[in-house]
Structure formats: C-alpha cells, structure tokens
Nanobody, 130 residues
C-alpha cells in the first residue's frame, strides 16, 4: 500500500521552529517529486514547498520563502520541512504528497501547478501561538 505519513507538528511560540517529516511506505520516495501543503481552518489547501525527485530543485510559496527549507533523504525515504521564524498565520494542518508533474517554479507566485497525486494522509497539526 502506497502511503505517506506526516509527523513532527506541535505547538510552538511565534518565532520558534519545527521540523516536519514525510515518510513513505510501500514505494521508493526517491522516484517522486514531493510537495508540502497546508490547510488552515476555513481556508483552502495551499502549496507550501516542493522538491524534485533528485533534490536538485526546490521551490517555495512566497509566504514561507526565506523561513522554510525543504530537503530529502532518499536513503531514509523521507522528505523534511524545516520551519523557522514561525508566525501565527502558519497555523494549519500540514500534508505531503507526491506531485504529478514535478516541482515547477511558482510563476507569479502561484503554487497551483504543484498537483498532488493520490489521497491525502492525516497530516500533522502545526499551531503557532503564544
């Protein structure tokens, strides 16, 4: 069964950091571009960051650029999202997904070209609050 499992979320104060993990089972993660997405209460799910299968290309939504870093360890079948300088507006459930057409540059800031493949997992809750 192909599955991605997100972990690493939690409660953190503004300015704090968290590292999320996306671990694959049932398939080799290294063959896929991976995206991180998030959904805040009452809002649509949005792309946060993506990474190509080799790790050579990474892209970010404008809202997280300079604060978040995506990386991957194909030997561990895991993709990471290091989140620094967290803000209350980063509060959301975070999901990872394989991407259909790789990790294209978000032209004019749009991340809608990061097309997820397969069903969503349970996600991991990130709450930024004092």
């Amino acid at each position: 069964q192909l599955q991605l499992v997100e972990s690493g979320g939690g409660l953190v104060q503004p300015g704090g950091s968290l590292r999320l993990s996306c671990t694959a089972s049932g398939f080799t993660l290294g063959s896929s571009a991976i995206g991180w997405f998030r959904q805040a209460p009452g809002k649509e799910r949005e792309g946060v960051s993506c990474i190509s299968s080799s790790g050579g290309t990474t892209n970010y939504a404008d809202s997280v650029k300079g604060r978040f870093t995506i990386s991957r360890d194909n030997a561990k079948n895991t993709v990471y999202l290091q989140m620094n300088s967290l803000k209350p507006e980063d509060t959301a459930v975070y999901y990872c997904a394989r991407l259909v057409i790789g990790c294209p540059f978000p032209v004019r800031g749009t991340t809608t070209t990061w097309i997820p493949r397969g069903s969503w997992g349970q996600g991991t809750q990130v709450t930024v609050s004092s």
